[in-house]
């Protein structure tokens, strides 16, 4: 069964102090690794999709990487716009295209 | 405009009663979902339908049942509610199987009390 982790569950940060984000996972045949950013009160928002070991996306202050085994999720000199909950989710090849989430790693940057 | 919406954002009812919840895409897409999230914030796939065929039922109570009249709309009816079923609902659509990007997008979600 597919299974992804998160770690760590909540990160509190001051404004313009870089981190990073894991999502471990297992899966039988990785179709492709997702991350969304979640907001109280709203559904996920898109962020990324990775699908081969080494691959790297960046979008502002984001990069997301991924290994045959985790993926990371860096954030550099955070704003506190960027203060949500971070959703992984892996696709495995056999799972018709669903999503198994990991339970988030909920991000607080303070000004 | 709004790419994937629910009805209604919030929905109180008591135990027992029976209660729908709409979710329209205007993406194009093919593929379309219901996802849980529970208290955890957990989020977990419930049903998936692809052009109207169902595709996915995740060990779900049958007193769900998902309807897909069009490949731009999934209803989410609830029977006999319970206690437990209380919970966020999010619906979410992707493009076709054999499609390169297979990202979902979520609508806002429908938050669910049972009292």
């Known amino acids: 069964e597919d299974q992804v982790t998160q770690s760590p569950e909540a990160l509190r940060l001051q404004e313009g102090e870089s981190s990073s984000l894991n999502c471990s996972y297992t899966v039988s045949g990785l179709r492709g690794l997702f991350w969304y950013r979640q907001d109280p009160g709203k559904g996920p928002e898109f962020l990324f999709t990775?699908?081969?070991a080494g691959e790297e996306k960046e979008k502002e202050r984001l990069k997301a990487t991924l290994t045959k085994k985790e993926s990371f999720l860096h954030i550099t000199a955070p704003k506190p716009e960027d203060s949500a909950t971070y959703l992984c989710?892996?696709?495995?090849?056999?799972?018709?295209?669903?999503?198994?989430f990991g339970q988030g790693t909920r991000l607080t940057i303070n000004p | 405009d709004t790419a994937v919406s629910q009805t209604p954002k919030y929905l109180v009812t008591q135990m027992g009663n029976d209660k729908s919840i709409k979710c329209e895409q205007n993406?194009?897409?093919?593929?379309m979902y219901w996802y849980k999230q529970d208290s955890k914030k957990f989020l977990k796939i419930m049903f998936s339908y692809n052009n109207k065929e169902l595709i996915i039922n995740e060990t779900v109570p049958n007193r769900f049942s998902p309807k897909s009249p069009d490949k731009a709309h999934l209803n989410l009816h609830i029977n006999s509610l319970e206690l437990g079923d209380s919970a966020v609902y999010f619906c979410?659509?992707?493009?076709?199987?054999?499609?390169?990007?297979?990202?979902?997008?979520f609508g806002q979600g429908t938050r669910l009390t049972v009292v």
């Open positions: 979410a659509s992707s493009p076709g199987f054999g499609e390169m990007n297979t990202e979902a997008f």
């Open positions: 989710a892996v696709q495995g090849i056999q799972g018709a295209q669903k999503l198994v």
């Open positions: 993406l194009g897409h093919d593929t």
């Open positions: 990775l699908y081969s």
